[in-house]
């Protein structure tokens, strides 16, 4: 029965006199169609992808992808605990794609031929998977920095720094977010505690230390985005770090903006200066 036909008969039955509790059953029965977006009917295909294409929708060529994926020594399939199952290469290209700004899930699926939910329960699952095992690199890639940190130091200096000890950059990142409900249930006002009254938006803050190779070796957060900077700092445990491996910092320091202040391990500028 149509969605017409139960309303002309619900308006009959009114007409005859005949219960409410009839016209009411009729009534539930009626649920209009939700639209939906059209997944299309595709399977992604690696062998259809360029280099200068893979390139632009995902930061690398196909090598480059497929020598990730070798690297990160994925399972065959990736079985989310949804129970959405993908080939391990098909799942990293998701994520890169997803990664690569801006891009939506909505236009994801024109590519992929999954829904919304499938790509982003992938999207999370891979993150998750990628996290754990990589969670100590991802805090401070030290190895790197360990055969770099001299190297570093020198090209700061050439360019111009007066001391020749600097190998990174330290700053905060403010993300931003869309609103939230301002409250969680707990009497919390989320809006206020994510709202950075500096920057005048919603965000979540994380901090990184950046070398003069474009490398990001240090990635810390994410934290509300009222967070002072120096609220990172404490609160990543960043010094207490840097104290435990002095064999690699040594005499070595960052250098950050004046909020940061001066330390052991931290350089900063003063205001007024040019």
Same mark, same amino acid.
């Given at each position: ?39 299309? !009917? ?128 330290? =700053? ?14 707990? !009497?919390? !006002? ?22 003069? =190779? ?61």
């Amino acid at each position: 029965m149509t969605a017409d036909e139960i309303l002309l008969l619900c308006a009959l039955l009114e007409d005859t006199g005949c219960s409410d509790a009839m016209v009411l059953m009729l009534e539930a029965l009626y649920r209009p169609l939700v639209e939906r977006p059209v997944v299309p !009917n595709i399977r992604f295909c690696i062998t259809a992808t360029t280099d200068v294409d893979a390139e632009f929708d995902f930061r690398f060529d196909v090598a480059g992808i497929l020598q990730l994926v070798s690297l990160f020594e994925l399972p065959e399939w990736v079985t989310t605990k949804h129970r959405d199952c993908v080939h391990k290469t098909e799942a990293l290209f998701i994520l890169l794609h997803r990664l690569s700004y801006p891009k939506r899930l909505a236009d994801m699926h024109k590519t992929f031929g999954r829904s919304e939910g499938a790509l982003s329960r992938i999207v999370l699952h891979m993150v998750e998977v990628l996290f754990d095992r990589y969670e100590e690199s991802i805090y401070f890639h030290k190895h790197i920095l360990q055969s770099r940190i001299a190297i570093y130091a020198d090209a700061i200096n050439q360019k111009g720094a007066p001391m020749a000890n600097i190998f990174g950059f330290i =700053d905060g990142t403010k993300n931003a977010i869309y609103r939230p409900s301002p409250c969680a249930g707990s !009497n919390e !006002n989320l809006q206020r505690q994510v709202y950075s009254g500096h920057k005048r938006v919603h965000c979540l803050n994380c901090q990184c230390i950046t070398t003069p =190779d474009g490398l990001a070796l240090h990635f810390w957060g994410l934290i509300e985005g009222r967070r002072h900077d120096v609220t990172l700092l404490r609160e990543s445990k960043l010094l207490n770090y840097f104290e435990q491996n002095q064999d690699i910092f040594g005499g070595y320091a960052v250098y950050g903006d004046p909020a940061y202040g001066i330390s052991r391990y931290i350089v900063s500028g003063f205001r007024g200066a040019n």
